[in-house]
Every structure is written in structure tokens, then in C-alpha cells.
């Protein structure tokens, strides 16, 4: 019998396969399907990756999977903390690039922030990532890195229990990695992470939303713009799905999950912050099942764009509401650090 090991070239990344890739992987090698099952739960569940312990498995199978698989996570590179507790970590990906992850504790709530690409192709004008260009896609190992590692660093008793790819770069540009990686953090074998705490954002990639509707997670779109002629300029995406077309897609979401689409909104001083695109957004919004979710501007090195005063993101929040609108207020976290949204960019950090 030829030895299984040398049938494969390479290791497999463990971290980016999902346990329907892991059961096809070991069938292919005459392997029963339950022990995908069993393996899978050592390694999510009992978060034990030498095989030597994994004690139900028989002898000949245990050897065989060093030569099968490897378990390696990204490397962390830069480890920051802000006051407000906020934590940003700077992950080695590959040889030369680096993306940002940040961890946002609130109450009893620890969210993650994940990176999905390393920079950014989309091109927003007020986005520190879109200023820098789109290196590579992360793989779903890559994903499900950020979230293992980190997990691995906190203390016994506090779990990470949100998960929001909001870092860096878009997650529909890379829909394969991010919905491979939704299946590996939600698989109620392993990390079993509820869908309705995994939330994906993007910039409005209208064809690929249908997607993250069948998988069930969360729809967050970046709004941004009460009106196309002001959401041309500040989100080139617009010119090829525009305010009307995305917001349909988001109805469809709303309707498809029975959920809630958060709508974010990035005020930005004199450009999108007035009453009027208040009332606005109320109007385009009020038939899409939502809630807005206020983010006045992050300033960052080179931004061509100011924060709102206060008074002002006050005062078009309470409009909102006045007229019907459920929405809520970012708060700020971690803008000491640079960790706050929009302002990632790991060739800054380096
Ligand atoms: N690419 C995805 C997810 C990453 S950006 C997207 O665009 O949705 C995450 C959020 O940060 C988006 O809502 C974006 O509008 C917001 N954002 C980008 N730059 C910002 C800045 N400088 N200040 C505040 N929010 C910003
Ligand atoms: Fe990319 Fe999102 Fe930044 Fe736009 S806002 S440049 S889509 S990361």
C-alpha cells in the first residue's frame, strides 16, 4: 500500500478547511467519514492540535497527520492597547505583508474585528485602507487565524463573542475565503459561534449579497451618502451599483434573514452631515427592515475629510430619530492606537 503521505504534495492549512472539506479530504484517503468529525473537534472544540493526544483515534491515523496537515497561525507582529481597552494586533500574513486585527471589548461583549484582504481596491476617499492597494486576499486559514490567535491570548474566562469583518479590505471581493471562514467560526462541532453574532460589511457589492443572505449572517452596508451625486465622489463603488439598487439588495437581506441590516453611516463635516440628508436617509431607508449606525469620521493621517462637532452628529442623530429612525452611535474606540474604523493600514503600522 503506498503510504497516504505521499500521495499529498503539500500540507494542507488545517484552519482553512471546513468540516464538509475536511470529511471530502479524508474520504479521498480511504479515511471513514467520522473521523473528519472526531478530528475537527479535537482541534475547535478541545483546541488540541498534537495528534499524540487525540486519544480516541487509532494509532495508524494519529501518525498519519503531521504528514497530512499543518497548524500554523499567523504570526503576530505588533500587539497595542489602547485606554479604553480597545487591543490592536498587527498579523504577519505570508512573507512581506501585514494586516490588522482589533479586539473592542464592551460589557460583557468582546468583538472582533477581522481583516479580509490585505489594503484595499475599493478606493473610498475617507478610508485610510483604501489608501493603501489591494496586495492579496486573505485564505480562510488566514481568517480563521486572527480570531484563534487572539483567542488564544485572553485569559481562560473571557471568549470573544462577536466577530465583524470590518478591518481591512472588503470581504466581497474575497467571498470564497470569508464564507469558508464563516462556516469554520460557526460549525457547531468546533468554535460554534451564532450566525447572528457574525456580521460582514461591506462597501456594496450588490451581486455577491445573495450570498451572504443564503449563509445567514449579518448584512452591515456602508452607507455613507444620503444621495448618488455625493456617494459618486466619496465611494466609486456607486457608479456601478448605485444608492437605490443597494438598498433593494438590503430589503431582500432584511427579508431573506429576518434581521435587521445595519446601515452605517460615516459623517463627514460639511460633505453629508446636514438635516437634510437626514431626512434623506429616512426617506430612502424607512421600507428597508434597518438601523443606522452613526460613525462620525475617524480622523487619520492625510484624510481630506474633518470630524463633525458634536452639536452636529447630535443634532442629525436626533433628526433621525424624530423622524422614525432606529439608530445608534459608534463610539470612538481605540483612536488613540489608530485601531478605530478606518483607520487600519498595516504599511503604516510597520
Ligand atoms: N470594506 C468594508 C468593511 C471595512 S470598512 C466596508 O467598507 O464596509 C468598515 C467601516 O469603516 C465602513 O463602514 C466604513 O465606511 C468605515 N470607515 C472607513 N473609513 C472611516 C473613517 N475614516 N472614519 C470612520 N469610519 C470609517
Ligand atoms: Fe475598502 Fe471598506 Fe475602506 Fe472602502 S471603506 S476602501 S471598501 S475598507
Known sequence: MIPLASVMKEKIAFYSLTL?????????????????????????????????NMLNLS??????????????????ILH?????GTQKFLFRVGEKLSVETVLIPSGERNTLCVSSEVGCNMACNFCYTGTQKLKRRLTADEIVGQFLRVSHLLPENV????????????????TDAVLKSIDILH????????????TVSTSGIVSKIP??????????????????????????????????????????HAIGTKDKVT????????????????????????????????IPFNEHPGAPYKKPLEKVVDAFQNELIYLGA????????????????????SEATL
Open 80 to 84: 497595542k492597547k489602547s485606554k479604553d
Open 187 to 198: 460549525a457547531p462541532l468546533g468554535i460554534n459561534l451564532s450566525l447572528k453574532k457574525i
Open 20 to 52: 464538509s472539506d475536511l470529511e471530502s479530504v479524508l474520504e479521498g484517503l480511504g479515511h471513514k467519514k467520522f473521523r473528519a468529525r472526531q478530528l475537527f473537534q479535537w482541534v475547535y472544540l478541545h483546541k488540541e492540535t498534537n495528534p499524540e
Open 263 to 294: 446601515l452605517e453611516y460615516v459623517l463627514l463635516k460639511g460633505i453629508n452631515d446636514s438635516l437634510e440628508d437626514a431626512r434623506r436617509v429616512y426617506e430612502i431607508t424607512k421600507n428597508v427592515p434597518s438601523k443606522i449606525n452613526i
Open 211 to 252: 450570498l451572504l443572505t443564503q449563509s445567514g449572517v449579518r448584512l452591515a452596508v456602508s452607507l455613507n451618502a444620503s444621495e448618488d451625486e455625493t456617494r459618486n465622489k466619496i465611494m466609486p463603488i456607486n457608479l456601478k451599483w448605485n444608492i437605490k439598487t443597494l438598498l433593494e439588495a438590503c430589503r431582500q
Open 159 to 174: 471568549k470573544i463573542s462577536n466577530i465583524v469583518y470590518m478591518g481591512m479590505g472588503e470581504p466581497l471581493d474575497n
Open 59 to 76: 494509532k495508524l491515523f494519529r501518525e498519519e497527520i503531521p504528514s497530512l496537515f499543518h497548524f500554523e497561525l499567523p504570526e503576530i
Open 326 to 345: 432606529q439608530t445608534l452611535r459608534r463610539r470612538t474606540m481605540g483612536d488613540d492606537i489608530l485601531a478605530a474604523c478606518g483607520q487600519l493600514n
